[in-house]
């Protein structure tokens, strides 16, 4: 499994209207489109002094998951245009790290 992870970063202003931008279009726009190797979504929000920091991280099944929705430039991030606007600033590429271990209670 493949973890892309990405970095983005807003004015307080904006964190609201950023995470439900990614609520209600980056999410659901990806979980709709039902794309092969999509696994999960994950995103992390917290106030970093004067900015508030943004962290998504998407299970993949492989590399090639992640290259076949984002392309041969895969770490390039891909940020439209109408969203840039909610952004202070942001990592110009996402990494990627193979899971090598996840552990769940026992129940």
Do not use: C
């Amino acid at each position: 499994m493949i973890s892309r992870i990405w970095h983005g970063y807003t004015r307080p202003g904006n964190a609201d209207a950023y995470e439900a931008l990614l609520r209600d279009e980056v999410i659901t726009g990806i979980e709709s489109r039902s794309i092969d190797g999509f696994h999960e979504i994950q995103v992390f929000r917290r106030d970093v002094g004067d900015e508030v920091e943004f962290i998504t991280i998407i299970f993949w099944d492989s590399l090639d998951s992640v290259r076949a929705v984002a392309g041969p430039n895969y770490e390039t991030a891909v940020i439209p245009e109408d969203r840039r606007k909610y952004l202070k600033r942001f990592d110009p590429k996402a990494v990627h790290f193979e899971v090598v271990s996840t552990q769940r209670p026992v129940s």
